[in-house]
């Protein structure tokens, strides 16, 4: 069965810093999409960024990007220029292409500091 | 395009009592997925419907199921409500079955007295 770790259940960052966030997962498929997903207090999941396994070009929305490693199944995600409405669990997940079951981390809650 | 929208958006029932969980999913989505949220499991899938049809169902019990509608809207049912039940529930809708993308609500709070 697919899973997928987080190892970092916290995680804080001085606005204006850059932050990493781990993220590793478990599959035997070849193709399959990662995800990394927002939840604010409002308790809104946003879809942050996104990443089809077969493509080799690290996914970047804006101030956030990814360090894809598909041989050590990794999917890390860096916020860059960190601002206070950054702040929120942060969770990965990942989704077999042919059945809509998408699996996720237990999240990391991200601080950001003025 | 107006978003996911979930109904109600706070619940508050008692053991025992049944309950159904109404999602609309974004305009042209035919895939609708439901997730529970607790602080101690975490987020967990429920089931997936396409076109009418639930193609895929995570490992709840028999008391959880859900149905959808020919407009896409979809529906979850608890029934014999249990204080475990208590999380929010999220709905989330994509325009096709696995897509690459998956929009989510903004929950139903369940709360189990």
């Known amino acids: 069965a697919q899973t997928v770790t987080q190892s970092q259940p916290e995680m804080s960052v001085q606005e204006a810093e850059t932050v990493t966030l781990s993220c590793t997962y478990d599959?035997?498929?070849?193709?399959?999409?990662l995800f990394w997903y927002k939840q604010p207090p409002s308790r809104q999941m946003i879809l942050v960024i996104r990443?089809?396994?077969?493509?080799?070009q690290n996914a970047t929305e804006n101030r956030f990007s990814v360090n894809f490693q598909k041989a050590a199944k990794s999917f890390s995600l860096k916020i860059s220029d960190s601002q206070l409405g950054d702040a929120a669990m942060y969770f990965c997940?990942?989704?077999?292409?042919?059945?809509?079951?998408?699996?996720f981390g237990a999240g990391t809650r991200l601080t950001v500091k003025p | 395009k107006a978003g996911v929208t979930q109904t109600p958006r706070y619940l508050i029932k008692t053991r025992g009592q049944q309950v159904t969980l109404s999602c609309s999913p974004i305009?042209?989505?035919?895939?609708v997925s439901w997730y529970q949220q607790t602080p101690g499991q975490g987020l967990q899938f429920l089931f997936e419907?396409?076109?009418?049809?639930?193609?895929n169902k995570g490992n709840f019990p028999g008391r959880f199921s859900g149905r959808q509608f020919s407009n896409s809207r979809s529906e979850m049912n608890v029934s014999t409500l249990e204080l475990g039940d208590s999380a929010l529930y999220l709905c989330?809708?994509?325009?096709?079955?696995?897509?690459?993308?998956?929009?989510f609500g903004p929950g139903t709070r369940l709360t189990v007295l």
């Open positions: 419907y396409f076109s009418e049809t639930q193609r």
């Open positions: 990443q089809e396994a077969y493509k080799q």
């Open positions: 599959t035997s498929e070849s193709d399959y999409y």
């Open positions: 305009s042209g989505h035919r895939s």
């Open positions: 997940a990942y989704r077999n292409p042919w059945w809509d079951d998408m699996r």
């Open positions: 989330a809708s994509s325009p096709v079955v696995a897509g690459p993308s998956q929009f």
